[in-house]
């Protein structure tokens, strides 16, 4: 008897959101929540995809490594990387945010909202917060590993 090894193919996160959404009834309730995340993630995916195109218009004069779409734990933290740059010098974190619409910024409350053209306000998550939480998740990753980074 031949045994048969099956495997299953995980669908990328924007594909299966776009599958489970078809599969819905137009009236369901949860069907606008599932289709603003569906545009938030091919939203970001795009952004990614051009930023690593980009990238390779960009030369340095040393040696480096760029990784990409990273994702690491320590303990219950978790993180992700659109893409990491790393030389002999430094650690460079690369984050692409592809917002579409009327983006503002509050400088009082430090919230970036962006208007669509519905008029609805959708507070984002502030990029210079999250750069600065991702540094410190890094610094306290390497550590951890005993990789001196300064």
Known sequence: ????KESIEILPH????????ARLPKTHDQREYLENQLHRKTAGERGE?????????????ENFAALWDIGL?????????D????TEKCIIILDSKNVSEDLHFDEK????IRMNSKGQRLILDNPVFQLNKNILFL???L???KIDVR
Do not use: C, P, S
């Open 1 to 4: 008897m031949a045994i048969i």
């Open 14 to 21: 924007g594909q299966a959101i776009h599958y489970f959404i």
């Open 49 to 61: 995809n051009k930023m690593r195109k980009k990238f390779q218009e960009f030369h340095l004069d």
């Open 73 to 81: 734990m320590d303990g219950d933290w978790k993180t992700q990387f």
């Open 83 to 86: 893409g990491l740059v790393i």
């Open 109 to 112: 409350t430090g919230e970036f």
């Open 139 to 141: 610094k306290r990753w």
């Open 143 to 145: 550590g951890k590993r």
